[in-house]
C-alpha cells in the first residue's frame, strides 16, 4: 500500500487524509497543536479512516526519512511551505501543498527546478488548485483554446448579515486574496489587474445572481501555462452575494483597514460557517467551439463544501504524484497532470460532479 505523510491536520489536513485513505494510502498525519490531533482523531475514527497520528514539528524532527513516505502533502500555513519542501527535496520525497501565495509558490517552483529529484507541486487547493485542474480539461477537450475565464466561490447555503458571507478559513487567507495583486491574460500578455475590479453578473441556477470580481492568487502559474500555448484571454474571479464587494473595497480602500482590523471586523460579522457551498464555473473557448462547466457542490454531514473541493481535490492529485507516474517531471504543473487519472480521482471523492 502506498503511504502519504500529511504536514497539518487541520481543517484541510484531515480532509486531504479522508480522501488520500479512500483512493487507497495508508494515511500518517504529523501535526503541531495537540487540539488539531485530538479533533482529526475523533473525526477519522468516526469515518473508520486507520491513521497513525503524531504530535510534532515535520520541519524541525525527521519524520520524512523515519516514514519513508509515497508523497508528503502540506495543509500547513503557506508560509510555512518553503521548509518543509526543502526537506523534502533533501529526501528525494514527492511533495505538493495547497498553495494559494504567489511568492511562496515562485521559491518551491525555482527549488524544484534546480534540486528536486521527485516531483513538486504547489497550489493544489480550490483556486488555485482544482478549478485550475478542471479549466485544463476543458482546453484538453476542445484541442486548444482562445479564451479560459474561471469563476469560484465558497459562500454560506443560507446567507445572513450585510457581507452574506462565512469564513471556512482564516481570515488572514481572504485579506491576502483581496489586497494582493491580481494577473490577467488580455490579448495574449500577461498584465496587473485591478483587485476587487472588473465586476461583472453571474447566475447559477438554483442560488440565484451573483457577482465576480478580480481577486490574486486564485489562477496561480496555469495563467502562464496557457499564455504559452497561445490562449488570448485568461482570468479568475472570486463569487459573492451581491453587493459584497463595494462593502469590501469601503473597509479597505476608504477605511484602509489592515490585516488584524479586517480580520477582526470580518470574524466579528460572519465568523465560522459549516452549512456552505462551493461555485465553480469553468468557460473555455476555442474558435466557434465553447466547453462550458457549472457545478454547486454543498456541504455534508462530515466535512463542509471548502474541505470537499479543497482536501479532496488536493487528495486527487496527491495520489497521482505519489504513484510514481509523474516521476520524470521536477516541478509539476497543472497541465501535467494526467487527466483520465484526476477525472477517476475526483469521480470516486466527489461523485455528483461527474467529470
Known sequence: MKKALIAGMGIQGVAIAYGLHVLGY????????ENNVQNAKRLLDK????VMLVQGNIIEESFIPEHNPDIVVSALPFHLNYDLVVKCIENGTRYCDLGGNVDTATRIRDAAEHDAKAPCMTDLGLAPGLANNIA???????GGADSVLIRVGGLPVNPEGTLKYGLTFNPQGLYNEYREECFAVIDGEKV?????????????????????????GGIANLLDSMMERGVKECNYKTIRFPG????????LFECRMNLKSFSE????SCGFITEDQVLIQIVVTFGENRWERKYVILHDENFTAMQRTTGFGAAAVAAILGSGVMDDIRYANYVDVPPEDFRRNMNQLIPEMGL
Open 265 to 268: 471586523a470580518v470574524m466579528n
Open 244 to 251: 459584497h464587494v463595494e462593502l469590501i473595497r469601503f473597509m
Open 192 to 216: 496587473k489587474a485591478d483587485p476587487l475590479g472588473d465586476v461583472e453578473e453571474i447566475i447559477f441556477e438554483g442560488v440565484g445572481q451573483l457577482e465576480a470580481f478580480n481577486t490574486s
Open 136 to 142: 485544463e480539461l476543458g482546453y484538453l477537450a476542445l
Open 47 to 50: 469515518l473508520n479512516v486507520p
Open 26 to 33: 495508508e494515511i500518517i498525519g504529523i501535526e503541531f497543536l
